[in-house]
C-alpha cells in the first residue's frame, strides 16, 4: 500500500511539474520534480526491501536438496547484474546524460541533445526503468509484486508520453524536428541512410 502510494504520488508530482505553467526554472517546478524524483525513488527503495521473496525464486517445490536451487540462483545472479545495470544506466540517462552532452557539444540549456542514447531513442530512460522494476520485481517475488511493477512501469509510459507530446516541445528548441527523426520507444539500431533524390 506504501509503496504503491509512494510510486502514485511521486508521478503524479512528475506529471505536474511537467504541465504546470510556472517557467522552466521555477523553484516551485524544481521542488516538486524533486519531490516526485525522491518518491519514485523511494517506491523502488521499498520494492527493493519488500519482504517475502517468492516466485520465481523461492518456489515453493524447491526444498533443501531440490535440483531446481542451483537454477534459482543463477536465475537471483542474473536479475540482481541486471538491476544494477538498469539502475546505473538510468541514473545516467536521466540526470548525467544530457548534461554531458550539452557541456561537450557547447550547446545551451534549452537545445535538444541528439546524442548517446537520445540517437537512439527519445525516451531511452523508460527502458532502463522498466528492466529495473521488472528485474526487482521479480528478485522480490512476481506474484506478490505484479500490480506494483505494472503500476510504476504505467505511469512512467503516461509521464513520458506527457513529456513528449506537451511539455518537451515547450521547454527545447528543435524538439518537433526531432520527434520526427528519433523514434519514441522503440530504439533505432541502426543510423539512417540518406534518402536518394
Given at each position: 500500500m506504501v509503496l504503491n502510494s509512494c510510486a502514485l504520488i511521486g508521478f503524479y508530482l512528475l506529471?505536474?511539474?511537467d504541465i504546470s505553467p510556472h517557467g522552466r526554472a521555477s523553484k516551485a517546478k524544481a521542488w516538486i520534480r524533486g519531490a516526485g524524483y525522491a518518491l519514485v525513488s523511494l517506491a523502488l527503495g521499498l520494492l527493493v526491501f519488500a519482504p517475502h521473496p517468492s516466485w520465481p525464486l523461492a518456489p515453493a517445490s524447491a526444498a533443501k536438496g531440490s535440483s531446481d536451487l542451483p537454477l534459482a540462483e543463477a536465475l537471483r545472479i542474473a536479475l540482481v547484474v541486471l538491476a544494477l545495470v538498469s539502475a546505473i544506466l538510468l541514473v545516467w540517462s536521466v540526470f548525467l546524460e544530457i548534461s554531458y552532452h550539452r557541456r561537450?557539444?557547447?550547446l545551451d540549456v534549452e537545445a535538444t541533445v541528439r546524442e548517446g542514447s537520445y540517437s537512439l531513442c527519445r525516451h531511452p530512460g523508460f527502458w532502463w526503468f522498466s528492466f529495473l522494476a521488472v528485474s526487482v520485481g521479480f528478485l522480490r517475488g512476481m506474484d506478490l509484486y505484479f500490480f506494483?511493477?505494472?503500476l510504476m512501469i504505467g505511469l512512467d509510459l503516461l509521464l513520458i508520453v506527457i513529456q513528449d507530446k506537451y511539455a518537451?516541445?515547450?521547454l527545447f528548441s528543435g524538439y518537433d524536428a526531432?520527434?520526427?527523426e528519433v523514434p519514441f520507444l522503440l530504439p533505432r539500431l541502426f543510423p539512417r541512410r540518406a534518402k536518394p533524390r
Open positions: 506529471i505536474h511539474a561537450r557539444l557547447g506494483t511493477v505494472s518537451f516541445p515547450r526531432y520527434r520526427k
